[in-house]
């Protein structure tokens, strides 16, 4: 099963408003097109790399657009946190706590 942390879910939303400003019908493809890659990863979830920056098994990521879709395997579900690649730091800040963020009560997308 694929989860949204609450933080991928804002990050998918800032993603689309900023997008949206100029152009809403490619806004909808990015958004939409981010949702079914991530909804790929409920089977063979491990295909993709390991994230460098944690050298940890169960943290990896996909390129989706110019968004880094980073992910954590935990129980075979998978937490989704979305990045982007060019910003180590945020994503070292973001994922400083990767270990805490626990799955949603609400699963829905």
Do not use: C, H
């Amino acid at each position: 099963m694929v989860i949204w942390s609450n933080e991928a879910k804002a990050d998918l939303r800032k993603i689309y408003k900023y997008i949206s400003t100029d152009f809403k019908l490619y806004a909808d493809n990015v958004k939409n097109n981010i949702i079914d890659k991530a909804d790929t990863l409920d089977e063979m979830n491990k295909r993709f790399q390991v994230e460098p920056e944690f050298n940890d098994d169960t943290i990896r990521y996909m390129i989706v657009y110019s968004y880094k879709l980073l992910y954590r395997i935990v129980n075979n579900e998978v937490i989704l946190v979305l990045g982007l690649p060019s910003q180590r730091q945020i994503l070292r800040k973001k994922f400083s706590n990767i270990y805490k963020i626990e799955i949603p009560s609400n699963r829905i997308k």
